[in-house]
């Protein structure tokens, strides 16, 4: 099971990025897909997530409205549209992959909100 997460990078307050994290080694499908991240001296935190079938999300209070999470099956790969950023969404971005007891990470991409 590998995920690679990709589209992170430095973006001011107010500006936009779009993650993506590609699934290999397993039936990507069947698995629920969630976007978590660690800030600087914070716990990891659930930012969203979004079902095998791609029709039910949800999302943190603190990024709702900002931030959409999807999904692309066919690609096995999942997206992290993240809008409005703001210095507290500075982060490490890591990608999970959940089916019951089973769960993968990808090894993080850094988003860096500063002016």
């Known amino acids: 099971v590998q995920l690679v997460e990709s589209g992170g990078g430095s973006v001011q307050p107010g500006g936009s990025l779009r993650l993506s994290c590609a699934g290999s080694?397993?039936?990507?499908?069947?698995?629920?897909m969630n976007w978590y991240r660690q800030g600087p001296g914070k716990e990891r935190e659930l930012v969203a997530g979004?079902?095998?079938?791609?029709?039910?999300?949800n999302y943190a209070d603190s990024v709702k409205g900002r931030f959409t999470i999807s999904r692309d099956n066919a690609k096995n790969t999942v997206y992290l549209q993240m809008s409005s950023l703001k210095p507290e969404d500075t982060a490490v971005y890591y990608c999970?992959?959940?089916?019951?007891?089973?769960?993968?990470w990808g090894q993080g991409t850094q988003v860096t909100v500063s002016s």
């Open positions: 979004i079902n095998s079938a791609g029709n039910s999300r």
């Open positions: 999970n992959a959940r089916r019951g007891s089973l769960a993968a």
């Open positions: 080694g397993f039936t990507f499908s069947r698995y629920a």
